[in-house]
């Protein structure tokens, strides 16, 4: 008895983490094909998506102790971004840069509420700008929660570890 | 009539002594060489006259409150490491061993009582002075002079606001003759409180495919660009008034090559944008009677939002929300523009708050300020990619064909504009009621050319 509820417990746990899978995976289209209002929907109201600072620390201090952000926003903050990116002179990005992002090595766990799953991920976005020779590399870790909803899943919380301590592409004028 | 004058320059030859040449002859007619942005010969020149002999900022005293503190950063292209010594003293080093010149600090912060070379071990004080090597009898046979084999260290160390600065020349201005004004301003915008302002977080690092020089002058005195430049924010609602604010702007032109800009903001918003638009608790906790009364004068009707002092330290402090319709908060951030290579800079983003300040005020005027000015900032990233196109006109081989002038004109050479500094302006150096006119950029190339024409071995 206890055996068959387990199984069904971690059967529905393998869906979910299956469909967290997939979520971040559709994210990259959508972002890819600058569908922003799309990737807008699938934010949770509560969204925090931030992109902390990193340091060069000596081996085992913490790179990221203290050091800030470089962006923090909530949902209307992204709302306030997306709508920027479509007036025309949001010269970061207009022309828009052109992007593939390349999200894996996922793991996915889960958390104390059991309709929010944890996902660490491994992000590649080689975003190519306007006449530029070359493009650039932006390459992260990202810890994401992802929430269960009867709409479906929605975004909760983005923290992007970026390899990078010298951002060495110019702006972060697209989302991670 | 127009008054409108044709460009008159010399031909010109080859070489950097030519190019300063047709600076100076472009200066006084509102006009600047394109190849400024992009050369090998100036960037060379900058290093050595400009970067190797002023004073350059490398780090705030909050940064490095305890006896061993230590950040590491930059002078130029050279790295240097800002420790506070077991004396509480503050020095400024070469990262570069002095035995093979293998680099002694590779970390962005810390705390060191010795900075130990990881090749053969020699070791220095954090003060810079030699302390030891491994197998010192066998390898050497006595202690090596302690001074004499030290980390290089910057023969002039001094701060101002608890900015430290170093020059690597041991003759020169000092702190207080180089920053002039540009002290008197600070002082304005620090001095409001006796607990003075801190650093929050780390520095935020950017590459820019631009010259270091389009930040600084940009901060010097460009408010022409914010309704185009910026005009994103307008459209969406973000920000509002953009297309009045250049007949809210008061604009500052110190000797020194320093520049800022002023905003006349309780007018432009309202009373509740009275000092920048801190909120009562915080404006209740500041302290004006150090200021003399022009200060006075200045924070009550125009407060300082804007500037550069020379040649790499950019300053803003603004009111700004995270949305429409949220409380405002106001920010102060000091960023850093660092050369790399001609055309080629890193941007370094301090955000700063009173140290009275709580952290929930902090934090909130942290939030509203990298909203706006950071590497994700909705005004500062469009700056990144406006200032990318000038070191590419620099390289031009068309535009060095043509010696191509570009236009600083604003000030009234040349064109029908009139523009006069306010005869009563008790302050140092020129004030003008207006946000037109490019004074404080070209204010900012006459310290260069200056600076630019004293080659540091005396040759002239």
């Known amino acids: 008895m206890s055996n068959s509820k387990e199984t069904a417990v971690h059967a529905e746990f393998d869906a979910m983490a299956k469909k967290a899978e997939q979520f971040l995976a559709r994210e990259t289209v959508l972002l890819d094909d600058r569908r922003f209002w799309d990737w807008f929907a699938l934010l949770d109201d509560q969204v925090i998506y931030q992109v902390l600072i990193r340091t060069v620390r000596e081996s085992g201090a913490d790179e990221f102790a203290s050091t800030g952000f470089r962006q923090r926003d909530d949902k209307s903050m992204i709302e306030t971004r997306i709508k920027r990116l479509h007036t025309g002179f949001a010269w970061a990005e207009d022309p828009p840069s052109r992007t593939v992002r390349l999200v894996g090595s996922i793991v996915v766990d889960p958390t104390d509420d059991p309709n929010v799953l944890a996902a660490d991920s491994a992000l590649h976005v080689y975003r190519h700008r306007a006449q530029d020779d070359h493009g650039d590399l932006i390459a992260a870790r990202r810890r994401d929660r992802i929430r269960f909803t009867d709409q479906g899943p929605r975004l909760l919380s983005r923290t992007v570890l970026l390899a990078d301590v010298v951002l060495t592409t110019p702006n972060l004028g697209i989302f991670l | ?460």
Request: charged share 25%; glycine share 10%; net charge negative.
């Open chain 2, 1 to 460: 009539m127009s008054t409108a004058q044709p460009i008159r320059m010399t031909r010109r030859g080859p070489g950097l002594d030519s190019l300063l040449g047709a600076v100076a002859e472009g200066i006084d007619q509102g006009l600047v060489p394109v190849e400024l942005f992009n050369d090998e010969d100036v960037f060379r020149a900058e290093m050595e006259r400009i970067f190797a002999r002023t004073w350059v900022f490398v780090a705030h005293e909050t940064e490095i409150p305890n006896k061993g503190d230590f950040v590491l950063r930059r002078i130029g292209l050279d790295s240097v490491i800002v420790s506070r010594d077991d004396t509480g003293k503050v020095n400024v080093m070469s990262s570069h061993c002095r035995h093979r010149g293998t680099q002694v600090c590779l970390t962005d912060r810390g705390n060191a009582t010795h900075f130990k070379c990881p090749y053969h071990g020699w070791t220095y004080k954090n003060n810079g002075e030699w302390a030891g090597a491994p197998h010192m009898r066998e390898a050497y046979g006595e202690k090596l002079d302690a001074k004499e084999w030290g980390l290089l260290k910057a023969p002039r160390v001094d701060s101002h606001q608890g900015f430290i600065f170093a020059s690597l020349s041991a003759e020169g201005p000092s702190l207080k003759e180089h920053l002039g004004g540009a002290a008197w301003v600070l002082d304005t915008i620090c001095g409001l409180h006796p607990g003075g302002v801190r650093v929050v977080g780390s520095p935020e690092r950017s590459i820019l495919r631009a010259d270091w020089k389009s930040g600084a002058e940009n901060f010097a005195g460009d408010s022409y660009h914010i309704d185009t430049g910026h005009w994103s924010n307008e459209v969406t609602g973000y920000a509002r008034g953009t297309r009045e604010n250049n007949h809210m702007v008061r604009r500052l032109v110190l000797d020194g090559g320093h520049g800022f800009l002023c905003h006349a903001l309780e007018q432009m918003g309202g009373p509740f944008l009275h000092l920048w638009g801190y909120p009562p608790h915080v404006q209740a906790q500041f302290d004006l009677s150090k200021m003399d009364e022009v200060q006075v004068k200045l924070l009550n009707e125009n407060p300082p939002t804007i500037g550069n002092i020379f040649p790499n330290l950019s300053y803003l402090r603004v009111p700004s929300t995270a949305e429409a319709g949220k409380p405002p908060a106001v920010t102060t951030t000091f960023r850093q523009w660092q050369p790399l290579e001609p055309g080629l800079m890193e941007i370094w983003n301090w955000q700063f708050t009173f140290d009275f300040m709580s952290e929930e005020d902090t934090q909130h005027g942290y939030a509203v300020g990298q909203y706006i000015f950071s590497s994700s900032g909705m005004f500062e990233q469009d700056d990144t990619v406006l200032w990318e196109g000038i070191p590419r006109a620099g390289k031009s081989v068309w535009h060095r064909k043509a010696e191509t002038m570009l236009h600083y004109r604003q000030t009234g050479i040349g064109t029908d504009a009139q523009r006069k500094p306010e005869p009563d302006w008790k302050g140092p150096g020129e004030f003008y009621n207006d946000g037109f006119g490019e004074f404080g950029q070209l204010n900012f190339y006459r310290q260069w050319l200056q600076l630019m024409r004293q080659d540091p071995e005396g040759a002239r």
